[in-house]
T-cell receptor
């Protein structure tokens, strides 16, 4: 069965530190990959997505993610975090088989950025 | 402003009762989705609809039912058959199924928290 793993459940960083959140999935076929963010008291929002092409995807607010097919990974990165990046981050994978699709979310990583 | 409205924000249910969660969007989106969020488990897809009068089961459809009689509305009924209904329920929509087109972001509502009395 398809699964998505986010190994870091809670990450605490100081402002200006670099961020990397891990996301690994288990599915051997065609996938679409997503990172969502939920800021405190706000809706879940799409941060970035990968469908095809350049495996290094740039999203909003300086975030980027790299799809490494051989490692089944789609890690989220930001060179220098800000206090306003405090939020919960969800990785999601859509596995495509013909015309069928199945979306699976990871359990989320809570990021806390301290001043 | 366009968006997704979920109501109520908090809902309480007695054992054995069915309860319906409302989701309305004025974004003119074709596709709508229902997710369930439990602590430590992330989001799981319950049902989705790609167009009016059509809907498909997601990963955890047992104990739930939906209808899509109007484009803007996708209500979710939590039936008494759902053994563990206490959760946070999120509704989302996109212009077309987001996996079908790389330019279609999903918009999410504020959610409904359902609790069993």
């Amino acid at each position: 069965a398809q699964s998505v793993s986010q190994h870091n459940h809670h990450v605490i960083l100081s402002e200006a530190a670099s961020l990397e959140l891990g996301c690994n999935y288990s599915y051997g076929g065609t996938v679409n990959l997503f990172w969502y963010v939920q800021y405190p008291g706000q809706h879940l929002q799409l941060l970035l997505k990968y469908f095809s092409g350049d495996p290094l995807v740039k999203g909003i607010k300086g975030f980027e993610a790299e799809f490494i097919k051989s490692k089944f990974s789609f890690n989220l990165r930001k060179p220098s975090v800000q206090w306003s990046d405090t939020a919960e981050y969800f990785c999601a994978v859509n596995a495509r088989t013909g015309t069928a699709s199945k979306l699976t979310f990871g359990t989320g990583t809570r990021l806390q950025v301290t001043l | 402003d366009g968006g997704i409205t979920q109501s109520p924000k908090y809902l309480f249910r007695k054992e054995g009762q069915n309860v319906t969660l409302s989701c309305e969007q004025n974004l003119n989106h074709d596709a709508m989705y229902w997710y369930r969020q439990d602590p430590g488990q992330g989001l799981r897809l319950i049902y989705y609809s790609q167009i009016v009068n059509d809907f498909q089961k997601g990963d955890i459809a047992e104990g739930y039912s939906v209808s899509r009689e109007k484009k803007e509305s996708f209500p979710l009924t939590v039936t008494s058959a759902q053994k563990n209904p206490t959760a946070f329920y999120l509704c989302a929509s996109s212009t077309r199924p987001f996996w079908a087109d790389s330019n279609q972001p999903q918009h999410f509502g504020d959610g409904t928290r359902l609790s069993i009395l």
